[in-house]
């Protein structure tokens, strides 16, 4: 198989930053479909700028968004309309968890930057009787599939941010701006460990590097 020389990574490269689109926002609406329609106390778990809180606010009586970086979580705050339910904390959300229980947790492109089996035990602790925790989370290719998975997405990356873009360079959005690092743990690691600690969670891979964790409590 040829390679793809360094010269067109690099033309990639530049045509993916002057048509950047939020990989996580593209699954926000997935996302609100796993949820009931109404219900009263949510949470979201490395809220960065607030879109998902904001969509969050829309069923919820009450949205907690948590996030440990206060630069974003202060542009977060500005750009959320008065009127809508959403709490901004700045705090580490392992150490400074949201007392309660809550109906609905989410997390997204934030589960790698923490200790994955005692995060999820303490959203299992967190999670109202009934309740859903809906993971977006990123994990380290290995397989076969994760790659052939990767190389599918790229020029699915490049069309996307092309069409949403209407062909015109753009800034980053602003979600895109906050600290990140790579995952470190397996897809197949992931799901071994959920396992364990939220037994019947469903888990898929997803386009665009991601995959997607659905877990709902059983009623008391």
Same mark, same amino acid.
């Given at each position: 198989?040829?390679?793809?020389?360094?010269?067109?990574?690099?033309?990639?490269?530049?045509?993916?930053? %002057? /048509?950047?689109?939020?990989?996580?926002?593209?699954?926000?609406? $997935?996302?609100?479909?796993?949820?009931?329609?109404?219900? #009263?106390?949510?949470?979201?778990?490395?809220?960065?700028?607030?879109?998902? +809180?904001?969509? !969050?606010?829309?069923?919820?009586?009450? *949205?907690?968004? =948590?996030?440990?970086?206060? =630069?974003?979580?202060?542009?977060?705050?500005?750009?959320?309309?008065? @009127?809508?339910?959403?709490?901004?904390? =700045?705090? #580490?959300?392992?150490?400074?968890?949201? %007392?309660?229980? /809550? &109906?609905?947790?989410?997390? =997204?492109?934030?589960?790698?930057?923490?200790?994955?089996?005692?995060?999820? +035990?303490?959203?299992?602790? /967190?999670? +109202?009787?009934?309740?859903?925790?809906? *993971? @977006?989370? !990123?994990?380290?290719?290995?397989?076969? @599939? #994760?790659?052939?998975?990767?190389?599918?997405?790229?020029?699915?990356?490049?069309?996307?941010? $092309? !069409?949403?873009?209407?062909?015109?360079?753009?800034?980053?959005?602003?979600?895109?701006?906050?600290?990140?690092?790579?995952? &470190?743990?397996?897809?197949?690691?992931?799901?071994?460990?959920?396992?364990?600690?939220?037994?019947?969670?469903?888990?898929?891979?997803? !386009?665009? $590097?991601?995959?997607?964790? *659905?877990?709902?409590?059983?009623?008391?």
């Amino acid at each position: 198989m040829k390679m793809v020389s360094p010269r067109a990574l690099r033309a990639l490269e530049r045509f993916n930053a %002057a /048509h950047p689109w939020d990989h996580n926002a593209h699954y926000h609406r $997935w996302i609100l479909r796993q949820l009931p329609r109404r219900f #009263d106390r949510a949470l979201d778990v490395g809220s960065g700028s607030g879109d998902l +809180a904001r969509l !969050l606010a829309g069923r919820a009586a009450a *949205v907690e968004a =948590v996030d440990a970086d206060p =630069v974003i979580t202060a542009q977060a705050r500005e750009l959320t309309p008065a @009127v809508l339910p959403v709490t901004f904390t =700045v705090a #580490d959300a392992m150490a400074e968890f949201p %007392a309660g229980c /809550h &109906d609905v947790i989410t997390c =997204v492109a934030t589960l790698h930057h923490l200790p994955f089996g005692q995060a999820l +035990a303490c959203f299992r602790r /967190h999670l +109202a009787p009934g309740g859903t925790l809906v *993971v @977006v989370g !990123l994990s380290r290719a290995r397989t076969p @599939v #994760d790659h052939l998975l990767g190389a599918v997405a790229v020029p699915a990356n490049a069309v996307t941010g $092309w !069409l949403k873009n209407r062909g015109r360079s753009t800034p980053r959005p602003l979600a895109m701006t906050a600290p990140a690092r790579p995952a &470190d743990m397996t897809f197949d690691d992931i799901v071994r460990e959920a396992g364990d600690v939220l037994p019947g969670a469903r888990l898929r891979r997803r !386009l665009f $590097w991601r995959y997607t964790l *659905v877990w709902r409590r059983p009623p008391a």
